[in-house]
């Protein structure tokens, strides 16, 4: 049985090459992240920022979207955003924070079970209090700082000090690119897209590792070599693994954002998005920088001799 | 490496028989289950399945908040009687009267004399703050500041209201129980978040106001109501519910507590055919019952709920029998809900809903139906690109995968976690990147046989040198979530867990089960090279 070959064997791309447009373009997507992010901002669910969602299913055939706006607005609750979702018979009811604290956020649902009960049902409700929802911000931001700097650590005890500012370099460039990502798509930002963020960092430091664990094994292993083939040579040696793995994340991924219903759909693709990026930058961004951060060959982890060969130090800046 | 010692594979066909053993209910089902172990002596049957999440299931979510402020004022209070009973008995008048504040109470006292003698009383009502979990934590429950002119403060220190709060949750979490599920047929879970907070959790409940209803305090008190020219210290203004609503003056002393009813029952009012609720009091609250009618006959006294006067009788005979009937323009449903109030206990604090996830089970099947169809394709087309990649050894990766995926099984229902849709997502995920062990293990064997070396050879170094990577990326990923269960909340909790479970299994099945397929393989057809 022939298998499928989706890397050649012995490739010699000259990825460390390729920094100079792939550190221009990293750049760029970082900074249109950033602005659309400020500019756009996300769409913050009500994890985040407080109110009620209600999902209603129409007992009928359909529902009556301009009644149920009718009927929303004479609740006196404020702005209710109504909207189709999925099929004809789903609507659904977003309403933001009440006035008067927990105590006007918890009738929310009452008036509208009295107002909607009789012709939908109610598939699903959500509700979350001002402080809730500021507790959730506080812990997912500490979430994931905190992750990025104890992950930082572990690769500091595992390596140079020069893999461990990479990886989070790289990591941060997934970050910032993920955020820029929802901000664009506006798919909505909630606790699950904490989840998903987190994954993202995960697969891509699992893909930095994998590289990084190859530099490391060839720092040791060629004493001759600048630093640039080094790594180029790194990247090649592991760009079949690199890819497998990916289309194999990708294909599950891409399976549970189709068939996987609205609920997950969002932070499917969020995956999606943040494995294709995180395994662009564990070639582009973490690998290149390490010429930046002064990896010096003849040095390998472990080693400690403090004399830089002159050639390989030339060779890594040509 | 490919000598496997017979000890390691029997543990290993051991492991996974375990494996499959503790899955059982979960892959059967419970009913399933039943039927087919019927016979079985009950101690060879696994008990624990994976549960489903709410989200998966439909059921009601509910966070609820303990109102501190309220059960400050309400130690404000009893501090405030206390301190007044220990002046009392000393024969001390307090000029101006004790002063209730924020945090605690003042008074003056004038005379040293008087004051010296009264501090030491006043010390004692300082108890050590005992914890249930620390025993004695060496705070006390009162600051006794003497701010000089005749001035003195007690103040409720943060380690007496942290314990009264913790105390109040913990009963708290009794009574709902209680109120909840009188049946006990429900399968709610009722648990402690942080110092204030509950979350109660209801399976298969439709509408949180099934539980909302049920959050309130229950406190009921019988106070006498105010006459003219009481001291206005000692009375307050309470919402009066009979008689067309307005207020009422009542006294803040109370007579009677709910604590005291032994039995609360729905009936009906023998003359006027009105739902009330019938009540008995224990011994004490029926002495203390007696006494109080006895001395106040002709006198109106007030039945307070909750901090409402729901009616304000006339004493028209001392009773001394210990029961009664509170009535109050019930609906039937009412005084049921009353009733079942009341037997409960009192909630010794009020608890506002801070957070609410409802999900219905139309919805929850729908999503089960639609988890299970993406699992299933995610999981057929990661099988076929792995079998063209790697054909024999695809197979193998495939039935690694197999048993990643029932030892994780088994572990979720090992430690009785819940299976939430992100779960799904994540165990789906998890597989899918568990896929990449073998890859990494694989192309290093590819690299090596490249580079020169023998078929047993670039087995051997293929599995030796990716250990080390394989541990080093899922140690990453494993701390990226273990981080994610510390800081997130249900679902996402869920996820974090099955995904590091996940990690684990796929660092066990690559170096355990991988590695003996493998050498059972190159054992059986002796191959020159490696087709991979």
């Not at chain 2, 049920?214 to 006459?227: D, I, N, T, Y």
Request: with cysteine; hydrophobic share 50%.
């Amino acid at each position: 049985m022939k298998l499928l070959r989706l890397v050649p064997d012995n490739t010699r791309f000259g990825f460390m090459r390729f920094r100079r447009v792939s550190f221009p373009l990293s750049a760029l997507l970082s900074i249109v992240s950033v602005v659309t992010f400020i500019w756009l901002g996300m769409n913050v669910g009500i994890d985040f920022k407080g109110g009620t969602v209600v999902e209603l299913q129409a007992r009928g055939d359909r529902a009556n979207i301009a009644q149920i706006r009718e009927t929303a607005s004479g609740l006196n609750l404020g702005d209710v955003e109504v909207q189709e979702f999925g099929s004809p018979r789903d609507v659904i009811l977003r309403v933001g924070l009440q006035e008067g604290g927990d105590a006007a956020q918890a009738q929310v649902v009452a008036k509208l079970r009295t107002a909607f009960e009789a012709a939908y049902e109610f598939r699903r409700v959500e509700v979350v209090g001002p402080r809730v929802s500021q507790e959730l911000v506080q812990n997912g931001t500490i979430g994931v700082l905190l992750a990025i700097m104890v992950i930082l650590i572990y690769l500091w005890f595992r390596y140079e000090w020069q893999f461990a500012v990479g990886a989070v370099i790289a990591t941060m460039h997934d970050l910032v690119l993920t955020i820029g990502f929802y901000a664009v798509t506006q798919i909505q930002f909630d606790q699950t897209s904490i989840a998903a963020i987190l994954t993202i960092i995960g697969y891509s430091l699992n893909d930095t590792v994998v590289v990084y664990d190859r530099v490391r094994e060839l720092l040791r292993k060629y004493k001759k070599i600048g630093l640039h083939e080094l790594l180029d040579l790194s990247m090649n040696s592991t760009l079949s693994r690199t890819i497998i793995t990916s289309i194999t994340a990708i294909l599950a991924l891409i399976a549970l954002a189709v068939f996987g219903g609205d609920t997950i759909q969002g932070f499917c693709l969020a995956l999606l998005f943040g494995i294709v990026v995180g395994t662009y930058s564990s070639i582009f961004v973490a690998a290149p920088i390490l010429i930046y951060l002064g990896v010096r060959v003849g040095e390998g982890v472990g080693a400690t001799s403090g004399n830089a060969d002159k050639a390989v130090n030339s060779g890594a800046t040509k | 490496m490919f000598r496997q010692s017979t000890l390691k594979t029997v543990l290993i066909a051991f492991t996974l028989f375990f494996a499959a053993y503790v899955s059982l209910p979960t892959i059967l089902g419970q009913d399933r289950m039943k039927a087919i172990t019927g016979m079985l002596p009950s101690f060879l049957v696994p008990k624990g399945a994976i549960k489903l999440g709410l989200d998966l299931r439909g059921g009601v979510h509910v966070m609820l908040e303990t109102d501190k402020a309220g059960l400050s004022r309400d130690l404000v209070r009893q501090l405030q009687e206390d301190v007044r009973r220990v002046l009392r008995n000393e024969r001390v008048a307090p000029t101006g009267g004790i002063v209730a504040q924020n945090r605690g109470v003042s008074f003056r006292v004038a005379d040293a004399a008087a004051r010296a003698r009264i501090l030491p009383k006043i010390q004692e009502l300082s108890v050590p703050v005992s914890n249930a979990v620390l025993g004695n934590t060496g705070q006390r429950s009162l600051e006794v500041v003497d701010l000089g002119d005749g001035l003195i403060q007690l103040v409720i220190t943060d380690a007496e209201l942290n314990e009264r709060i913790r105390r109040a949750v913990d009963q708290s979490i009794e009574i709902f129980r209680r109120r909840i599920d009188p049946e006990g047929v429900k399968e709610p879970t009722i648990q402690r978040q942080g110092l204030d907070r509950i979350v109660v959790q209801v399976p298969g409940a439709q509408n949180s106001k099934e539980i909302t209803d049920v959050l309130q305090p229950g406190k009921l008190e019988f106070r006498m109501v105010a006459e003219p020219g009481a001291n206005p210290a000692e009375i307050e203004t309470l919402p009066y519910t009979d008689e067309g609503g307005g207020t009422i003056q009542i006294e803040r002393r109370v007579l009677v507590r709910g604590e005291d009813l032994t039995s609360a029952e729905p009936t009906f009012d023998q003359r006027t055919g009105e739902p009330v609720v019938s009540f008995r009091f224990n011994v004490k609250g029926a002495q203390a019952f007696a006494k109080v009618t006895t001395e106040n006959v002709g006198k109106p006294f007030a039945i307070i709920l909750d901090n409402k006067v729901i009616s304000a009788p006339r004493i028209i005979s001392p009773i001394t029998q210990g029961q009664g009937q509170i009535s109050g323009r019930f609906t039937v449903e009412r005084a049921n809900q009353l009733a079942i109030l009341l037997r409960s206990g009192a909630l010794p604090a009020s608890f506002t809903l801070v957070e609410e996830r409802t999900v219905g089970a139309g919805l929850g099947a729908d999503s089960i139906d639609a988890a299970v169809l993406a699992s299933i394709v995610s999981l057929v087309a990661i099988s076929i690109f792995t079998l063209a990649t790697y054909g024999v050894f695809g197979a193998i990766a495939l039935v690694a995968l197999a048993v990643n995926f029932l030892l994780l099984i088994a572990l979720m229902a090992l430690i009785g976690s819940t299976l939430t849709l992100p779960g799904i997502a994540g165990i789906v995920l998890t597989l899918a990147i568990a896929v990449d062990s073998n890859v990494l293990i694989y192309e290093r064997i590819r690299e090596e046989q490249a580079a020169g070396r023998s078929a047993i050879s670039s087995l051997d170094s293929g599995f030796t040198r990716a250990l080390a990577t394989i541990l080093d990326a899922n140690i990453t990923g494993f701390l990226a979530h273990a981080i994610l269960y510390f800081v997130g909340t249900g679902a996402v909790k869920g996820f974090a867990v099955t995904t590091c479970l996940g990690l684990g299994t796929t660092i066990f099945t690559a170096f355990t089960l991988t590695r003996m397929m493998v050498a059972a393989w190159y054992r059986w057809f002796k191959p020159k090279s490696v087709p991979i």
